[in-house]
């Protein structure tokens, strides 16, 4: 299964995120890391970027529990930034692998 969804919250994110955002382009991959324990979404899904270790931002809401609920339940996933909809903006596609 494919999702398409935007990368959001960077705009809160350290310097370091932002520098390591800035630095990524189309067709990069990124790693997914669920945060059930989000005080503000228990299906929030962090975005980290593979190069660096730099968490970036977190999967959109409206995006994020399909995922959230498949790495909950130990499967893989892949994530490929397809577009920029901003500068701090990428949106992705996430693989659900069975």
């Known amino acids: 299964m494919e ?7 960077i705009s809160f994110r350290p310097a370091s995120a932002k520098d390591a955002m800035r630095a ?7 790693n997914l890391e669920a945060d ?5 979404d228990s299906n929030a899904v962090k975005v980290i970027d593979p190069a660096s270790g ?3 931002g977190f999967i959109s809401r409206e995006s994020n529990s399909e995922t959230a609920e498949h ?8 994530c490929e930034i397809v577009s920029f909809l901003g500068t701090l ?3 992705v596609r ?3 692998h069975e």
Not at 3 to 9: E, H, N, Y
Not at 24 to 30: I, M, N, T
Not at 71 to 78: F, M, P, Q, T
């Open 3 to 9: 999702i398409f969804a935007t990368v959001v919250g």
């Open 71 to 78: 790495l909950a339940n130990g499967g893989e996933v892949s």
């Open 89 to 91: 903006k990428p949106h």
């Open 54 to 56: 730099e968490f970036i």
């Open 24 to 30: 990524l382009e189309v067709g990069d991959s990124l």
């Open 94 to 96: 996430i693989t659900l």
């Open 36 to 40: 059930p324990e989000n005080p503000y």
